[in-house]
């Protein structure tokens, strides 16, 4: 018998395809508009955007590609679940984390430019989310101490 649990394992693994190969389409689509970005000593509102997109989708694929093989195995009721899920944190910092934060920015940057009214606290959001989450660290280090 099929608990939840299984049925949203089973659809997650197989919507990994579609979110597979479309992000690579997205950046095979997009990567030759990236690579003439990078040429360009003043970027504009659009080279923003390519940016944030490249980077968004990248990490859509290795993230999608980690985690093919951890939920499967738990779909499997295989130890490799077990082996590899710790690494999973890993993956999601580099990989879902940093990249969506640099896509963000990205596209935030491409409003700031195309925008009557400038994002002007864009750099300072990037740094305060950046302080809160050191203290939200900190917060549960101390709690973890004490």
């Known amino acids: 018998m099929y608990t939840i649990?299984?049925?949203?394992?089973?659809?997650?693994?197989?919507?990994?395809?579609?979110?597979?190969?479309?992000?690579?389409?997205?950046?095979y689509t997009w990567l030759p508009s990236l690579i003439s970005t990078y040429k360009t000593s003043n970027p504009l509102a659009h080279d923003w955007f390519i940016v944030g997109v490249v980077f968004g989708?990248?990490?859509?694929?290795?993230?999608?590609?980690?985690?093919?093989?951890?939920?499967?195995?738990?779909?499997l009721q295989d130890l490799g679940f077990y082996t590899l899920v710790p690494y999973g944190v890993t993956y999601n910092i580099i990989f879902r984390q940093f990249c969506g934060v640099i896509a963000a920015y990205c596209h935030l940057k491409a409003a700031e430019i195309t925008s009557n009214s400038k994002i002007k606290y864009l750099n300072n959001l990037l740094i305060y989310s950046n302080l809160f989450g050191v203290f939200y660290i900190l917060f549960l280090i101390c709690i973890k101490m004490f």
């Open 5 to 27: 649990e299984n049925l949203t394992q089973l659809i997650s693994l197989g919507m990994i395809f579609p979110s597979l190969i479309l992000a690579i389409v997205v950046v």
């Open 57 to 75: 989708f990248l990490g859509v694929i290795v993230d999608n590609i980690f985690w093919i093989i951890p939920w499967a195995s738990a779909y």
